[in-house]
């Protein structure tokens, strides 16, 4: 993924790793399309008209211009300026990715707003083209100068090229042409970065892959939690989503999912809400279905059946939740899975639903008192909860946050009715909001492993 991702979990590459990607990418682009661009600046040069009709062209079209090159200056001419073209692209490549990653993350920690959004790709990938132009410009000059001189050459290496351009024309040589290249390059770059973000995430929407979620997960060192046990050997999205229900639910599913208007939209609100009370793995990925069956009626009618059917579900069971608890702990659990899933997935205007707020916190701090810290179920909800959308909850309201970790705290405290197991999942999940919703390597080589089928 291009950019800053909150939801990879800690498995966003670092920024020499970034800076490395973006430099061989554009090292290997530069290879590739430099014959092509050689003959795009000859013919931006070419006074005449590209046009067999004038007698006085030079050049008319693309392979007659690369034969005459070729004829005349031999292959190598395709390459020429090819050392300055690939400072600038191996330079290119990396300021513009690093500064994207950079950016993007930024957006992520200042900011409500979500940093895969379209907008915040469009400003973070303009910005990061217009960073990278103004750290490269100079060699883009001299690449443009070697590519377009002829026979006999003006500047016989890049060395002597710089010193002619300084001398006869000023240091302002190297930044000529810098406004109308910053005024192009910033909506160019923006959707650029924008539009791939996008197709990629409708292209993983139609076309879910197999085990995204095999590999490093929660795993302490003194034994197996509920939460590694449902994280590992996942199969398909889809079969969480589908196969698990019988023929006719699945039609049902798979008509909402395609057509929405076809099908009782309140009713399959009802029955992703029965299912995700009953089966903790389908609670987890239940909010990518509810999400892709909204976008879906928002797209085809302009209408919101279902997500407020949704709401007034997640309402009735929120407010019958002590009775929930006391009658199933495992439906419990189910359900405050489900409540967060929703809460990360559903966006108004690109922001979380400020009316699932109160009732996610309330569900957290419910799981914070002493008699759930000491079920390891219910511990173990509260940290995967924590992990997956505590940042977000505490950019919406920091108070809550600061008085559900007092709680954490005074229960990790608890002189008895705690198992060592809580008691680790609750010093981690201390750790890691405290390292600003991060792991640290010290706290993943304690507290995680690798986790295989």
Not at 92 to 113: D, I, K, P
Not at 359 to 366: A, E, G, I
């Amino acid at each position: 993924m291009v950019g800053y991702d909150p939801r990879a979990d800690g498995r966003n590459v670092s920024n020499l790793e970034v800076a490395v990607a973006g430099s061989v990418s554009g090292l290997v682009t530069r290879v590739l399309i430099s014959p092509l661009d050689v003959i795009k600046i000859r013919f931006q040069l070419q006074i005449e008209r590209l046009s067999r009709s004038d007698p006085n062209a030079k050049y008319h079209g693309i392979l007659q211009a690369g034969r005459q090159i070729l004829q005349e200056e031999g292959p190598t001419a395709f390459w020429k300026g090819h050392i300055p073209a690939q400072l600038l692209s191996i330079g290119y490549g990396a300021v513009q990715f690093l500064s994207f990653e950079v950016l993007t993350e930024l957006v992520h920690r200042a900011s409500v707003r979500d940093a895969r959004d379209f907008s915040v790709h469009f400003v973070c990938g303009g910005l990061s083209a217009c960073v990278a132009t103004l750290a490269v410009h100079p060699v883009d000059v001299l690449r443009t100068r070697f590519a377009a001189q002829g026979e006999p050459r003006v500047y016989k290496t890049l060395r002597n090229a710089v010193v002619t351009m300084y001398r006869t024309e000023g240091p302002l040589v190297f930044y000529k042409g810098l406004n109308p290249t910053l005024i192009a390059i910033f909506p160019y770059a923006g959707f650029q970065f924008s539009f791939y973000s996008s197709l990629k995430h409708a292209y993983e929407w139609a076309m879910p892959a197999e085990g995204k979620k095999n590999g490093a997960v929660i795993s302490p060192n003194l034994g197996k939690s509920c939460c590694s046990c449902m994280a590992m050997g996942e199969p398909r999205r889809e079969e969480y989503k589908i196969q698990s229900f019988d023929a006719a639910t699945q039609q049902l599913l798979k008509t909402a999912l395609k057509d929405p208007g076809a099908v009782d939209l309140e009713k399959v609100a009802n029955v992703i809400v029965d299912h995700s009370l009953q089966d903790c793995v389908f609670s987890k990925e239940a909010g990518r279905m509810c999400y892709a069956i909204i976008q879906a009626e928002s797209k085809q009618a302009g209408q919101s059946v279902f997500r407020r059917g949704l709401l007034n579900r997640l309402q009735q069971e929120y407010q019958a939740r002590e009775q929930l608890r006391a009658r199933s702990l495992q439906g419990w659990v189910c359900y405050v899975t489900f409540i967060c899933n929703i809460f990360d997935y559903l966006r108004v205007n690109n922001m979380p639903m400020m009316a699932l707020v109160n009732p996610v916190y309330d569900c957290l701090f419910r799981l914070a008192q002493p008699d759930s810290l000491s079920k390891e179920e219910e511990v173990d909800c509260l940290v995967l909860q924590l992990h997956r959308v505590g940042e977000q909850l505490e950019k919406m309201n920091g108070q809550r946050m600061d008085e559900l970790f007092v709680l954490i705290r005074d229960g990790f405290l608890l002189p008895a009715g705690l198992s060592s197991l809580a008691q680790l999942l609750l010093l981690e999940i201390i750790e890691f909001r405290a390292a600003g919703w991060k792991t640290t390597p010290a706290a993943h080589k304690y507290y995680y492993s690798e986790v295989s089928d």
